[in-house]
Each structure stands twice: as structure tokens, then as C-alpha cells.
């Protein structure tokens, strides 16, 4: 039996279909005709430098300018920590669980928060945030490393401060407090609020309000907030001091006026005001 290629007849479109064919070519005549004319200004207003740089697995910037911008997760719970660019950390429990910085602490009480240090490479990796600085107040061979990563199984940070090339010892002092535990608009979740997040969770003494320190003599403390009980541990040499919450920029001043003398060598912490 001959085979024979037979080719269908294609059914002609109704009259809507034909027109809205027709509309969209012109659409998208009109689109390349704009494009052509406007591609070149838009493209110099979208242009951005390269902020971050991927260097052995790790996001990496130098001197940049964010805070909290780079959350750590530990545990499978709601539970992070929201590091930067600059070394300052903020607890979320969810809700606030307050902030902690480092510094260097001169003899007057004075300090170098080491998030305003001259030079500071930022490296993000999986899990982990490290920060590298060099600044003179530590000597200008020194570089100081500090790593901070969640705990794997339980709610918490851990940070590790290291110092390499140091010519002289330098006292480290850090600074914690402010776990009100509020939670913001949309449970915290960054990038939701009306300011940038380096603005909303920033330590302010409203955050600090009805809390209270406990210091045991082995450089440990608990703080009881409204979110429960948060404790703490840091080196066995620590001298922590409680101070008020208004002097969070300058902490170590008012523990060396208060004492009449300098702070001892190695940590020195600080915390806000107490309960009334």
C-alpha cells in the first residue's frame, strides 16, 4: 500500500487572537526601540563595585563598612548570631540577646574598639566569621585575629582572639550587654526594619533597662533579662566590672575612676546598669 507524506492544514486564527498577536510585536518593537535608546544610562546608573571577593572559599572584604550583616547559625532553632564587617556582635535568641565588641584598653581606661581599628580583613566563610586587624594601637607589626563561630549544640558564640607580632602586651577589653529581648516587626528577620540593620541593632541603654549582672570570682557571670538567664565565661585572669549602660562608648573610664587605679592586665568587661 503507497504511503503518502500528506500535510495538514492549519486552522486560521480567529480575529482576537490575530490581533493580540499583533500587539504584542509591536510591544515588543517598542521595547527593543526603548532599550537601544536608554540601555547606556541605565547601565552607568546600576553599576556597583565589587564590595566582596571570593578568596579560598571565603567572602572577603577589606575595611568595609557594615554591622550585622552576616548572620551565623548554630543550632536547627531560631537562635543566631549577626556578625559584619566590623567585629561587633548581636545575639538573637530570637529576640535581642544583646551586643558584645572588643577594644584595646589603655592605662587611663581609655579604649580603641577594634571595630574603629585602621585596617580590618573581614572573612565570611561557612559557619564562621574572621576578622583580621592591624591598627597601632597594637604596634605596627602585629596582627590581631579574632574568630568567632556559633556553638554546635547549644544556643551560644564562642570567640577566639589571637595576636600575632605583638611587641608589647595590650590589655583586651569587651563589652556585653542589652539582651531586652525584642523581637522587631517581623521576628527579627534582617533587612525588614525602616532603618539598615547596623542601625537597629546597635546597643542602646533602653535595652539594657531592668537586668542585672551576677560576676563569680572565676571570670564567669550570668545576666538576668527578660528573655531568661544568658551566662557567660571568659579567660581565668579577667577583671569583670558592672557600669552603666550610658557609658557603653568609654565602658573602662568609668571603672578606672571608680577604682582610683588602672584595670589590670588582660580582659576587662563590662556590662550594663543593674536593676533598680
Same mark, same amino acid.
Given at each position: 500500500?503507497?504511503?503518502?507524506?500528506?500535510?495538514?492544514?492549519?486552522?486560521?486564527?480567529?480575529?482576537?487572537?490575530?490581533?493580540?498577536?499583533?500587539?504584542?510585536?509591536?510591544?515588543?518593537?517598542?521595547?527593543?526601540?526603548?532599550?537601544?535608546?536608554?540601555?547606556?544610562?541605565?547601565? *552607568?546608573?546600576?553599576?556597583?563595585?565589587?564590595?566582596?571577593?571570593?578568596?579560598?572559599?571565603?567572602? #572577603?572584604?577589606?575595611?568595609?563598612?557594615?554591622?550585622?550583616?552576616?548572620?551565623?547559625?548554630?543550632?536547627?532553632?531560631?537562635?543566631?548570631? =549577626?556578625?559584619? =564587617?566590623?567585629?561587633?556582635?548581636?545575639?538573637?535568641?530570637?529576640?535581642?540577646?544583646?551586643?558584645?565588641?572588643?577594644?584595646?584598653? $589603655?592605662?587611663?581606661?581609655? #579604649?580603641?574598639?577594634?571595630?574603629?581599628?585602621? *585596617?580590618?580583613?573581614?572573612?565570611?566563610?561557612?559557619?564562621?566569621?574572621?576578622?583580621?586587624?592591624?591598627?597601632?594601637?597594637?604596634?605596627?607589626?602585629?596582627?590581631?585575629?579574632?574568630?568567632?563561630?556559633?556553638?554546635?549544640? $547549644?544556643?551560644?558564640?564562642?570567640?577566639?582572639?589571637?595576636?600575632?607580632?605583638? $611587641?608589647?602586651?595590650?590589655?583586651?577589653?569587651?563589652?556585653?550587654?542589652?539582651?531586652?529581648?525584642?523581637?522587631?516587626? *517581623?521576628?527579627?528577620?534582617?533587612?525588614?526594619?525602616?532603618?539598615?540593620?547596623?542601625?537597629?541593632?546597635?546597643?542602646?541603654?533602653?535595652?539594657?533597662?531592668?537586668?542585672?549582672?551576677?560576676? @563569680?570570682?572565676?571570670?564567669?557571670?550570668?545576666?538576668?533579662?527578660?528573655?531568661?538567664?544568658?551566662?557567660?565565661?571568659?579567660?581565668?585572669?579577667?577583671?569583670?566590672?558592672?557600669?552603666?549602660?550610658? $557609658?557603653?562608648?568609654?565602658?573602662?573610664? @568609668?571603672?578606672?575612676?571608680?577604682?582610683?587605679?588602672?584595670?589590670?592586665?588582660?580582659?576587662?568587661?563590662?556590662?550594663?546598669? *543593674?536593676?533598680?
Amino acid at each position: 500500500m503507497p504511503i503518502r507524506s500528506v500535510s495538514p492544514r492549519c486552522p486560521r486564527p480567529p480575529r482576537s487572537l490575530r490581533l493580540l498577536s499583533a500587539l504584542g510585536l509591536s510591544a515588543l518593537a517598542l521595547a527593543t526601540a526603548h532599550a537601544q535608546t536608554f540601555a547606556p544610562e541605565r547601565a *552607568r546608573e546600576l553599576e556597583r563595585p565589587l564590595r566582596y571577593a571570593p578568596d579560598a572559599g571565603d567572602f #572577603v572584604i577589606e575595611n568595609g563598612g557594615e554591622f550585622f550583616n552576616r548572620p551565623l547559625y548554630g543550632t536547627n532553632t531560631a537562635f543566631r548570631v =549577626d556578625g559584619g =564587617d566590623r567585629p561587633e556582635w548581636s545575639l538573637y535568641l530570637p529576640g535581642r540577646g544583646g551586643n558584645l565588641r572588643l577594644g584595646v584598653v $589603655a592605662a587611663d581606661g581609655s #579604649v580603641r574598639w577594634l571595630h574603629d581599628a585602621a *585596617r580590618i580583613v573581614t572573612r565570611y566563610r561557612p559557619g564562621a566569621l574572621r576578622h583580621e586587624i592591624t591598627d597601632p594601637a597594637l604596634g605596627s607589626d602585629c596582627v590581631l585575629t579574632i574568630d568567632s563561630i556559633p556553638c554546635a549544640s $547549644a544556643e551560644g558564640l564562642l570567640v577566639r582572639v589571637e595576636a600575632r607580632g605583638l $611587641a608589647s602586651p595590650v590589655t583586651l577589653g569587651w563589652a556585653y550587654g542589652g539582651a531586652s529581648g525584642k523581637r522587631g516587626v *517581623r521576628g527579627g528577620d534582617i533587612g525588614t526594619e525602616k532603618v539598615p540593620i547596623g542601625q537597629y541593632f546597635r546597643f542602646s541603654p533602653e535595652n539594657a533597662a531592668d537586668q542585672s549582672f551576677e560576676i @563569680a570570682t572565676d571570670a564567669t557571670f550570668v545576666l538576668r533579662a527578660r528573655p531568661g538567664l544568658l551566662a557567660g565565661a571568659t579567660f581565668p585572669r579577667s577583671a569583670l566590672a558592672v557600669v552603666d549602660a550610658d $557609658a557603653w562608648a568609654s565602658p573602662f573610664a @568609668a571603672v578606672v575612676t571608680r577604682a582610683g587605679s588602672p584595670p589590670a592586665r588582660g580582659p576587662l568587661s563590662r556590662a550594663p546598669r *543593674r536593676s533598680s
